[in-house]
């Protein structure tokens, strides 16, 4: 028994000496360049839109079009752009150039950006309720625009159709850091390049883009708003806890970033992702005066009525 004791402790002490995560510190310039996305070999190419189609997201009638383009690396991006009115309609009410709210939508971890179109997708329903959240903003007047992240959705590695649990595994296990970090920071990157497209259209208004994520999707766009200024709000539901281990891909990292941006911060007292002081914690560091915590009960899936507490964020001036 002491043998095997023994024995024990001496693996545990070599694991914690070659695949334990080690806390690490990243300086603001090299933040700054881990999610630059316009470097001078960039091969960014044109956004190409799909025919538009009439859709129904939820009980609401919108148009959606398929949206595609390669980003800073080359990888293909896909996601959909909906509109709450026809895009072709010119003489749409409201519809002045340049003033059409934009809403990015950021999925979880092992999800899809289908998910914020429909209360089910391949017979499983969206209990995170991002679908419910779309409307809302649809109906709010605001055009809202999701990507699949990298590895997920129709750019899932057909090789690799568990990613999540495989990254998570080798990230806590073997100590993998960086497969997990760059899906993070280059779909960050990918909304970056987006971005740049919605600058360019006369329809919208890209000074103010909004962005609402769901766990890792919440800790995406914080992330976004953190290096991008086009995003001047967050509705950040149910973010990760992530520390120094994986420092680059941290909210807490880039917390002092937010001063300028609002932030509504949805968390959950049981969430295995994150204790309640944890998420405490990030909202007090949050230096933006416009800022709210909305806590639910429950666990990491949160009540569907949460999309009704967020209605006051959603529901801004046209």
């Known amino acids: 028994m002491i043998a095997l004791t023994a024995a024990a402790a001496a693996l545990g002490a070599l694991w914690w000496v070659f695949f334990a ?12 360049a881990r999610y630059a996305h316009a470097a001078p070999d960039s091969q960014a190419g044109p956004v190409q839109l799909g025919p538009v189609e009439v859709v129904q997201v939820g009980d609401t009638t919108a148009w959606a079009q398929s949206l595609s383009f390669r980003s800073f690396d080359g990888a293909l991006v896909l996601g959909r752009i909906v509109h709450p009115t026809d895009p072709a309609d010119a003489a749409a009410a409201d519809a002045t150039p340049g003033q059409r709210r934009v809403m990015l939508a950021l999925h979880a971890m092992g999800r899809t950006q289908w998910r914020w179109w429909h209360g089910e997708f391949k017979g499983r329903p969206t209990i995170e309720s991002t679908h419910r959240l779309a409307e809302r903003a649809l109906q709010s007047g605001h055009v809202v625009v999701a990507l699949d992240a990298r590895g997920h959705g129709d750019r899932k590695d057909p090789q690799q159709r568990l ?13 993998k850091r960086e497969p997990y970090e760059r899906l993070i ?25 909004r962005a609402a994520g769901y766990s890792m ?24 806890h992530l520390d120094a281990k994986v420092a680059v891909v941290a909210p807490s990292t880039v917390v002092s970033r937010l001063a300028q941006v609002e932030v509504w911060l949805l968390t959950a007292e049981d969430d295995e992702h994150a204790s309640p002081s944890e998420s ?10 416009a800022k709210r915590h909305l806590r639910f009960p429950g666990g990491h899936v949160l009540p569907a009525a949460y999309v009704d507490q967020l209605q006051p964020w959603i529901a801004v001036a046209r």
């Open 185 to 209: 920071t280059d779909t960050v990157k990918d909304y970056r390049v987006l971005l740049d497209w919605v600058e360019r259209q006369s329809g919208l208004g890209a000074a103010q883009v």
């Open 217 to 240: 999707g919440a800790q995406m766009a914080l992330l976004l708003a953190a290096v991008d200024s086009r995003v001047h709000s967050v509705a950040a539901m149910v973010p990760p």
């Open 280 to 289: 405490e914690a990030l909202f007090v560091a949050l230096p933006s005066t």
């Open 21 to 32: 995560l080690k806390p690490y510190t990243i300086h603001p310039e090299q933040l700054q």
């Open 163 to 175: 990613i999540a649990r495989k990254l998570l595994r080798d990230l806590h296990l073997w100590g």
